[in-house]
């Protein structure tokens, strides 16, 4: 089964394991005063309605059209594709098909301490195709509570399992994302290498990609958006809490949350029990009615 997403954001910033990474191959990350120059590790943004923001934050796009001091960047097409396994497992897999590239802009709290590091929203007009197609899954929902935050006439509701697991969610078994595989981010990168006088030789030597450890604490918030009394999408949203990892930065050492283990992969997926997946929608839903 497969939708089309309405926005997705991949913060890669937050892993302070890429950041190691680039750094131990030379790159300067995400600022070298001395020099001025900058590597910042890039956000993979899409957005179905189009983004537009200071020029300055965009890193790369393949199409784009300059307004004043803003990029304005046309409506981009990611997918998203539900499978499920014999065992009972929900693969949940991102396609970022068209897609650019941003640096995040000043943040009071660095993105190496958020939980939430991915996002995904879908139209709500999934919510019916998806409890349908996964109503076998369906049990008593036990252990699935509820929890909302939101502003003006904006709420997100969104479920967790178990009382310890609010800023998480859903377990999740297995994931992996990374910035192999994407033209844009490659481009990117050689284009940074020249700038940096990094080998380009080097760049196919390294891991900008991340797989769940075993000992990662790692879940999917499943929600809905409400809009003026009325929901308008579904939200999945990838956290991991620990363990905590530690990296010499170019300015002294730096803590946060681990995102996972260093590999190469251009595979981005999600692993989720598919009961616990529609009990959340289900739960989620029922919060208004």
Do not use: C
Request: charged fraction near 30%; proline fraction near 5%; aromatic fraction near 12%.
């Amino acid at each position: 089964m497969e939708f089309e997403l309405r926005r997705m954001n991949v913060f890669f910033p937050a892993s302070l394991e890429i950041q190691e990474e680039l750094l131990k191959a030379g790159f300067k990350v995400p600022y070298d005063k001395e020099t001025g120059k900058k590597t910042p590790v890039p956000v993979v943004s899409s957005s179905r309605e189009g983004r537009k923001l200071r020029r300055g934050r965009l890193l790369k796009a393949t199409d784009f059209e300059i307004k004043d001091k803003f990029a304005v960047i046309p409506e981009e097409k990611t997918l998203i594709e539900f499978e499920v396994t014999e065992k009972g497992f929900l693969v949940i897999r991102p396609k970022p098909f068209e897609y650019h590239l941003e640096e995040l802009g000043f943040l009071s709290v660095p993105p190496r301490i958020w939980g939430t590091w991915a996002s995904f929203s879908l139209p709500f007009s999934a919510y019916g195709e998806l409890a349908d197609w996964l109503s076998e899954f369906k049990g008593e929902g036990s252990g699935i509570y509820t929890a909302s935050k939101g502003s003006g006439g904006r709420i997100e509701v969104y479920a967790y399992k178990g009382r310890t697991r609010k800023d998480l969610g859903i377990p999740v078994f297995g994931y992996a994302f990374g910035l192999h595989g994407l033209t844009i981010a490659e481009e990117y990168l050689r284009e940074k290498a020249e700038e940096n006088g990094v080998p380009e030789e080097r760049l196919r030597y390294l891991k900008l990609g991340l797989r769940k450890r075993k000992e990662t604490k790692a879940g999917l918030r499943v929600g809905i958006v409400w809009e003026n009394g009325k929901p308008v999408e579904v939200t999945l949203k990838l956290s991991t809490t620990a363990p905590r990892v530690r990296i010499q930065g170019l300015y002294g050492e730096l803590v946060g949350k681990s995102r996972g283990e260093l590999t190469r992969t251009d595979d981005w997926y999600i692993l989720v029990h598919a009961t616990d997946f529609v009990n959340a929608l289900e739960k989620v839903r029922g919060t208004f009615g």
